[in-house]
């Protein structure tokens, strides 16, 4: 798409000169004292949080800690506490005029411009082709340098704040904004031009996921800052545009992303920057809102919306996950869709939301300066979505709202749960997935499928004689198909060989009166089959099934019911589900024939 129109259009003959900063400097006082009351009050309170913190030492060993032992926050807490309070910094001396914390802001450029690498520890070397050893991927190769997902957001940041305080740093010294452009250059940009084996690019690979549009959007915003001349610019940005069409290539025409509406922010979301720069950068001669797959990309959150802070989170997703309101606001007006405006607008989190997690000075400001929007509006989940390539189908039907999916084992940030489902009563999570952990040296390992979060013994599918599905490219739905009420879909080859399953035929039916799971299974020889299902609430084993919440979940023909308590220990998985999960599990005996059908209604008063 975008190389189709780069050969009609260069952008060589569409940007006449490089383009300025879209952002007032600290200097600009009307432009920032013009900033209502509550935003000023918002930067001030951002600043006070970090008042107290000093910069953090970052350290070999805490670098080393990853390929010692898989522990990823023992360099990552104090790499972003350092870009927090440098952000912190800068926005005090916007908001106030005060240059009281330019010392602040000198010492956090030094000190990053210091480090050795701008990689994340869990990113060292992950992706040159031809690794080293490991014990040299134990720290960085200063002469080597790769650009992962931070690196290129800590080009932006530094290009950012030198944009926003150009004279006040070049009053304590020249050689700072020097440093910071010298280091861009180095770390950044000439890799990022001269590189052809970065995976993430798609040139030695196709199956890339958000970390192509997320390092290209931060790449393009530092090119717009530093490239010397006009020619480079265009040839910067061009050179992203043809990774943004490999990116493009591998998403599906329903603009589904399968690592979840958790993921869109720096998938889509990344995306949705980039189409606004190029945009802004032409003077709107590059434009490409009306695009089918482009629009459906921008629109999934609110396709994968439950209702309430619930999303469908299949995959490595949360189940309440931090949705960019302010960026899909601002899809929904360049789409002509109100819908998505009003779902956006619902999704405003405060200015600290977009540093909390992984540090986005663009969008803060961006949210900063758009004006502010009444969020009365009622906005509602679609009644029925139907994500084709992605074979998820998310119904809402008399106050339940069900997900189901068909899918495959296998992908960046997969879970084996081929034919799982989740199900909302009355805005209440009943039927859950666990969603995802606080990553570690395991989670994109060999040893991913012993994490229990992504096994499928812990999502909402059958056990078959004792085995789980697994997970591979083979281990996939077939036979998918949708109706007025539901989905269906044969999961027999999501287990493996040994289990000896010739048929898994789920039916999954959502009406008002209650969710039947109908499940058709034979087999080579008489294996049980266990229905598992993930609660959110303790259940209550009574005759004929269990209560769990507002809901009976009741069998057809008499099943052994057991029930396990999970603890949620991990810290990100608490945020969506404080407190326990329970795993219920329905067996049937051993069979070569199993006809199950499980019935989900509201309970009886």
Not at 132 to 139: I, K, Q, S, V
Not at 480 to 506: I, N, Q, S, W
Not at 572 to 578: D, G, H, K, L, T
Request: aromatic share 8%.
């Amino acid at each position: 798409m975008f190389n189709e129109f780069l050969q009609a259009h260069p952008l060589r003959t569409l940007i006449a000169e490089r383009p300025a900063c879209p952002f007032p400097p600290a200097r600009d006082r009307a432009a920032w004292e013009g900033l209502s009351a509550a935003r000023i009050s918002a930067l001030r309170s951002l600043a006070a949080r970090y008042h107290g913190a000093e910069y953090p030492l970052l350290t070999a060993r805490q670098f080393m800690a990853f390929g010692r032992t898989g522990d990823r926050a023992a360099y990552e807490t104090p790499y972003f506490l350092r870009r927090r309070k440098l952000i912190a910094a800068l926005l005090e001396i916007c908001a106030t005029g005060d240059v009281g914390a330019l010392d602040d802001v000198v010492d956090g450029i030094w000190l990053i411009c210091e480090e050795s690498s701008w990689v994340v520890s869990a990113h060292n070397g992950s992706a040159h082709e031809g690794l080293p050893p490991a014990a040299e991927r134990l720290l960085p190769d200063v002469t080597n340098p790769y650009v992962d997902l931070f690196a290129a957001q800590t080009a932006m940041i530094l290009a950012l704040t030198c944009a926003l305080l150009p004279d006040e740093l070049d009053g304590v010294s020249p050689l700072i904004r020097r440093r910071v452009r010298l280091e861009t250059e180095r770390r950044v940009l000439v890799p990022f031009e001269t590189r052809d084996d970065f995976w993430w690019m798609g040139i030695t690979r196709k199956d890339l996921c958000n970390w192509t549009p997320w390092i290209v959007s931060n790449v393009m915003l530092a090119a717009c800052a530093w490239a010397d001349d006009r020619l480079r610019l265009c040839a910067l940005l061009e050179r992203g545009c043809r990774m943004l069409d490999r990116y493009l290539d591998v998403l599906p025409a329903d603009g589904g992303c399968d690592e979840g509406p958790g993921y869109w922010s720096m998938a889509g979301g990344a995306l949705l920057d980039c189409l606004a720069l190029l945009e802004r950068v032409t003077g709107g001669r590059m434009a490409f809102w009306a695009d089918e797959k482009l629009r459906n990309i921008l629109r999934f959150p609110l396709n994968a919306w439950l209702g309430g802070e619930w999303f469908v989170n299949f995959a490595d997703c949360d189940a309440r996950p931090q949705i960019p309101g302010e960026r899909l606001e601002f899809a929904g007006e360049r789409l002509g869709d109100p819908a998505l405006v009003a779902f956006g607008r619902r999704f405003w989190g405060g200015l600290a939301a977009h540093i909390d997690d992984t540090p986005q000075l663009w969008r803060l400001l961006e949210d900063l300066f758009r004006p502010a929007k009444d969020v009365s509006a009622e906005i509602l989940p679609p009644e029925d979505v139907w994500l084709e390539d992605l074979e998820v189908r998310i119904l809402r039907r008399g106050g339940f709202a069900l997900a189901a999916k068909g899918g495959v084992n296998e992908g960046s940030h997969n879970h084996n749960d081929c034919g799982s489902f989740i199900l909302l009563a009355d805005g209440e999570p009943v039927i859950v997935d666990a969603g995802n952990m606080t990553y570690t040296g395991a989670t994109f390992s060999e040893a991913r499928y012993t994490l229990w979060n992504t096994r499928a013994a812990n999502h909402n599918v059958p056990m078959i004689g004792g085995f789980e599905q697994v997970n591979g490219w083979s281990r996939r739905a077939k036979d998918v198909r949708t109706d007025a009420d539901g989905l269906a879909l044969d999961m027999a080859d999501a287990y493996p060989d040994g289990a000896g399953v010739l048929l898994c035929r789920r039916r999954i039916a959502c009406r008002a009166d209650g969710v039947t799971i109908e499940d058709t299974v034979r087999t080579h020889a008489p294996r049980p089959v266990t229905e598992v299902f993930l609660l959110r609430r303790r259940p209550t084993v009574g005759a004929g099934g269990l209560t769990c919440g507002p809901v009976r979940l009741v069998p057809a023909a008499a099943m052994a019911v057991a029930v396990e308590e999970i603890p949620v220990a991990d810290p990100r998985m608490a945020r969506s589900f404080p407190g326990s999960l329970w795993r219920a599990t329905f067996t049937a005996p051993p069979a070569q024939a199993h006809d199950i059908a499980i019935r989900i209604e509201r309970k009886h008063p």
